[in-house]
DNA sequence: GTTAAAATTTAGCCAAGGCTAAATTGAATT
DNA sequence: AATTCAATTTAGCCTTGGCTAAATTTTAAC
């Protein structure tokens, strides 16, 4: 007779590999979220966002940019007319904006606790996306006890 | 005449993708960090570790377990025969204790900073990856000096 | 020691994200 | 306005990391 029944067994393990699950999906959506945030500040800056500069920026090729701006205009979060810059939809805004948020959140607290800014941009840039409502809460709260 | 020559906006556009570049070669590396940690817990705790058990922790199909540890066996982590366990060379083991050295600093940064344990448990499994060297020492400070 | 059941591997499929090289389109120059 | 050059897209390739269904091997029961 086994220690534990079949579904016991099965519950268990839904609940140990629910860090790798969350992972898993955070990953999923990572891409998006870094293209939205990106395009977003590119506008805000410069005015207009070209699929080149998101290429430069994000280190790929362009053709590489190329194909994932059509996914992202299939999904709804950007509009764009061949060879013209790319627009954010009221959709593409809003997650840009949460991204942004929480992207600074993680950043000012890596500051917080002594790191420097240089380490701080390039760790958070992957962090972010792992991070969740609760530690976000808590990463905001101790960098305003510091400041 | 632009403003700035084409070798300058390319190293401008290096430094300014560092952030994203460090973050794709994390992701590179990441699972056979986690396949290890993973194995290495296995052995320690049951004895051995099966591919079933892996595939369970991960909460991925076990086909999906055997393609990747056919890789890493290709890379010298592990040794295996057919429908036995996983043995993991001395490369294999160093891997894993330098992965749970990490991953443990993470998790207990993120109890220190008030995260339930649940929640340190699941966000530290993808945090870990991303987290330099210089972050994880202030890491670690922030944890003793709270202790 | 056969046979039935369970565990494990194999085969073959798919989507995401990369790349290079070639084709196309837009912008500038004269 | 024609031509040239730069920017952009297309075509086609690759690896990684998932999956299911079918085959195989081990283990357990009899
Ligand atoms: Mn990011
Ligand atoms: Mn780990
Ligand atoms: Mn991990
Ligand atoms: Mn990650």
Redesign the pocket.
Known sequence: MPQQSKKAKASKAKLQSAP?RR??SD??????EDYLELIADLIDVKGEA????V?LR??????????????LQDKGFIT??????VMLTTEGWEIAEKGRRRHAVVENFLLAIGVSSETARIDSEGIEHHVSEETLRMMARFTNRKS
Chains 1, 2 share one sequence.
């Open positions: 790798f992972t898993r990953h999923s959506t990572e891409l998006v070209r699929g080149t500069d290429a994000l280190g790929v090729a362009n053709a590489t940019v190329v194909k994932m701006l059509k996914r764009q007319e061949p060879y013209r810059a």
